[in-house]
């Protein structure tokens, strides 16, 4: 059972690291696309994994205490599209667009380059991406053996087909179709951990999950799954800090 007192110290988490990363959406910071072993085509693992990599490397520690959560609403469209194309063309399926359209394929590649095992999810939503990951790392440090969490969201831009049933999903919510490039990805992540983790160190306040209904706002820039938020808090984050700094996010 959660205590008044554990609910109200829990209402924050610390930001261990902050990273993200953009490719092709025509930002001045845009990158290349990094060599991933095993990963061809798509940005979506890539960029997954360039995230993720900053802020474990920026931040190194106990891979047995570490959890993962990964959100996409989407997943890897130019994977899917890409298989899809192969099969109704008639071509040979290649076994590496199946296993890498799944998002869970990139947390496999990342476990066993940071010797990471503790649990990893990857989840699907139409509310905002930042509210519900930090929900999920909230609750996994409820756990006594998890001492921090890595949140990441990584969007694609897709084609007409992505476009047509985002429209279809979001059909109540008001949200805008994203503007992104079909070829374009962004990424961003975040390792948090307990509020009392870092001394000093910057924090993220939010509003236990529960608390506040959400109304899935995807952000002024429209992105797929509500990801500029998460986007915006971690280049926040990521940039150099010389005091304590607290960023409150809430639902709206």
Do not use: W
């Not at 959660?2 to 953009?22: D, F, G, Q």
């Not at 072993?37 to 693992?45: D, I, R």
């Not at 960029?47 to 802020?55: I, K, N, P, T």
């Not at 985002?166 to 992104?180: F, I, M, Q, T, W």
């Amino acid at each position: 059972m959660t205590t008044t007192h554990e609910t109200a110290r829990r209402s924050s988490l610390s930001v261990l690291a902050a990273a993200t990363a953009t490719h092709n959406t025509g930002r001045d910071d845009d990158i290349a696309l990094p060599k991933l072993p095993g990963f061809v085509e798509s940005a979506f693992s890539p960029l997954a994994y360039e995230v993720s990599s900053r802020c474990l490397t920026a931040h190194p520690g106990d891979g047995d205490r570490t959890a993962v959560a990964l959100a996409s609403l989407t997943g890897d469209t130019t994977t899917a599209d890409l298989a899809s194309r192969r099969m109704v063309s008639g071509r040979v399926h290649n076994p590496l667009l199946f296993m890498q359209a799944t998002a869970n394929s990139v947390l496999g590649h990342m476990s066993r380059e940071f010797g990471i095992t503790g649990q990893m999810f990857s989840i699907s939503t139409l509310d905002d991406t930042l509210s519900e990951l930090l929900a999920m790392a909230d609750l996994l440090l409820e756990d006594p053996e998890v001492d921090r969490v890595l949140v990441l969201a990584v969007e694609l831009g897709g084609g007409e087909r992505v476009a047509a049933m985002h429209r279809e999903l979001a059909a109540d919510s008001g949200r805008p179709v994203p503007a992104l490039p079909e070829s374009a990805g962004l990424a961003a992540a975040m390792l948090l951990g307990r509020p009392d983790d870092t001394a000093p160190g910057t924090q993220v306040s939010f509003r236990p999950a529960g608390s506040t209904p959400s109304t899935g706002s995807a952000g002024p820039a429209g992105q797929l799954g509500g990801i500029h938020s998460l986007f915006e808090l971690a280049t926040a984050h990521a940039e150099p800090r010389t005091e304590t700094e607290t960023h409150t996010h809430a639902h709206q």
